[in-house]
């Protein structure tokens, strides 16, 4: 399973972003109204200059407070993403999740990102697979 394959299964594909400067109040009420853990950060929706996730602001208001809601987004970000393309494996995406502690992923093609995948999307994604997987076996076995 690809990368793409995950994008084009998403019933909403597009990719959720606020701009640098924007209060981190803000962010968490974009959050909150898409139903989401992440949101990138991002000049023009194209050029990812970071991701926010929900874990980075639960961390500042654990450290300092609600004071953390007025800082831009830009100081609690995570600037150094890392990203997939829309060839990457879906458990080579997996690993990188596993490896790295994060849930989310931007998919980038020549520096521009065209998606963005959680790793509920790639779970989903790879149940469906095995069971198509598993379904066509059993058939085998079974000699249908
Ligand atoms: P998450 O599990 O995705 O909610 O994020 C956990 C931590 O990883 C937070 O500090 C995020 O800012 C950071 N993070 C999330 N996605 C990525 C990514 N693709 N590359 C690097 N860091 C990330």
Known sequence: MLVHQILSGKSEDDIVFVVPGTPVSDAASVLSARHIGAVVVSVDGKVPAGILSERDIVRELGKRGTNC?????????TKNLVTCTRDDTADNVLEKMTAGRFRHMPVVENNVMVGLISIGDVVKARLSELSMEKDALEGMIMGH
């Open 69 to 77: 809601l007025n800082d831009m987004v830009d100081s609690l970000m």
